[in-house]
Each structure stands twice: as structure tokens, then as C-alpha cells.
């Protein structure tokens, strides 16, 4: 795990995943706004108590509350955006580290989307279903990122493995390797919420989840 993540890495100098990096980096900083934005129209615009000292203190605390939910929906939200854009980077990695594979066709433009936006969806609802945990420090660090990082390992080990397999056997490799794939989830998720760190996190995961499945398969599949 820890050296797909390396190798992953040290392939940002290629000219290919560059590109790519580069244009995650201007849609995750448009992402955030627009989260931001959104976020801080819905509670600015919704009265959720009809106390009126009540609605005050909300509205007081718009701005932590607009941050908080932000930072929350970020990691799923940029990589479900992103990820219409991260077959390149797969394709780079297959080009410098596994050159005896074929070329594919890859996933279509619709298909993709439709596939992001079922992930944006799942990732919005699991993450505001996780707010309650904030009102227990100690707990709400498992959990949050517990939870995303079976998220993003599933959706990004999907991303990588579907273009070389069918369904039922890139479930086989990711039920044989889960607690490996977990870990890789739970560094993801920590990764896309850290400032800057995320801004490559979606490129720098994609490329290890290529690694990663293609030393599985190589060893023998989900057998």
C-alpha cells in the first residue's frame, strides 16, 4: 500500500499526470467555493428554529457551521467531480509501470457522470447523517473517516478496476483485500482534507489504486 502511494508520487513529474493534476487542482479550488457558496445560501436562507434567540446563534455561527459542513462534503464531493477526468492518470500509470497491458476503451463520458453523481449523492447523505458525531469529540475522527474512507476506497478501486474486469471480480479482488483497500481509503480521506494536500489527493489515489489492483491480479486475482 505504502509504496503505490510512493510510486504514485514520484509519477506527479510525468508530463500526463501533470496535466491532470493541474486541472484537479482548479476544480477542487471551484468545488470548495461552490460548497461554500451553497452551504452558507441554505443556512443563511433557512430558518430551522422558531425561537427567535435560537435563529440568531445559528445565524451567528453561519460561518463555522458553512466551514464545518464544507470541510465535511469536500472529499467526496471533489472526487466524484474529478473523477471524470482521472482515467488519464490510470492510463499514464499503465504506460510507465505495466506497458504490456492492452489500451482500453475506458468508461464513457455518461457514463461516468452518472456513476459520480450516484457517488456524490451517497457521500452527501452518509456525511450529514455523521454530523450528529460532532457533538462527541472523541468519536467523530473514527468515524468520519472510517466511513469516507470506505467510500472513496470503494469508488476509486471501481474506477481503476472496472476498466480491466467485470464486476464480479473486481467485487472478488476488493472483498480478498479489504482491510489493505480500507487502509488505502482511510489515507485517502485524510489526504483530501488537508489544505493543499487535497488539491492532488484525487490523482496521487488514483494512481495507487492502479498499482494496487494490477499486483493483485497479477497475483492471482480475488482467488
Do not use: C
Amino acid at each position: 500500500m505504502f509504496d503505490a502511494y510512493l510510486k504514485s508520487i514520484g509519477q506527479l513529474s510525468d508530463p500526463a499526470v501533470r496535466r491532470v493534476a493541474w486541472l484537479s487542482i482548479g476544480v477542487a479550488v471551484a468545488v470548495f467555493a461552490a460548497l461554500w457558496t451553497a452551504i452558507g445560501a441554505v443556512l443563511a436562507n433557512t430558518a430551522f428554529f422558531e425561537h427567535v434567540w435560537l435563529e440568531w446563534a445559528v445565524d451567528a455561527l453561519g460561518g463555522v457551521a458553512t466551514l464545518v459542513l464544507t470541510w465535511l462534503l469536500f472529499p467526496g464531493a471533489i472526487s466524484a467531480v474529478v473523477g471524470v477526468l482521472l482515467e488519464r492518470v490510470a492510463v499514464a500509470v499503465e504506460a510507465r509501470h505495466y506497458p504490456h497491458l492492452t489500451p482500453v476503451s475506458g468508461v464513457s463520458t455518461l457514463a461516468g457522470v452518472v456513476s459520480a453523481l450516484r457517488f456524490l449523492a451517497v457521500v452527501v447523505v452518509v456525511n450529514l447523517g455523521l454530523i450528529v458525531f460532532l457533538f462527541l469529540p472523541p468519536v467523530f475522527p473514527f468515524v468520519f473517516y472510517g466511513a469516507n474512507g470506505y467510500l472513496l476506497s470503494r469508488e476509486y478501486f471501481e474506477l481503476v478496476a472496472l476498466r480491466r474486469t467485470d464486476r464480479d471480480t473486481a467485487r472478488s479482488l476488493r472483498r480478498a483485500h479489504r482491510g489493505t483497500l480500507f487502509a488505502t481509503g482511510v489515507i485517502a480521506a485524510f489526504a483530501l482534507t488537508v489544505p493543499v494536500v487535497n488539491l492532488l489527493a484525487p490523482v496521487v489515489v488514483t494512481a495507487a489504486m492502479v498499482h494496487l489492483f494490477e499486483t493483485w491480479r497479477a497475483n492471482g486475482g480475488g482467488a
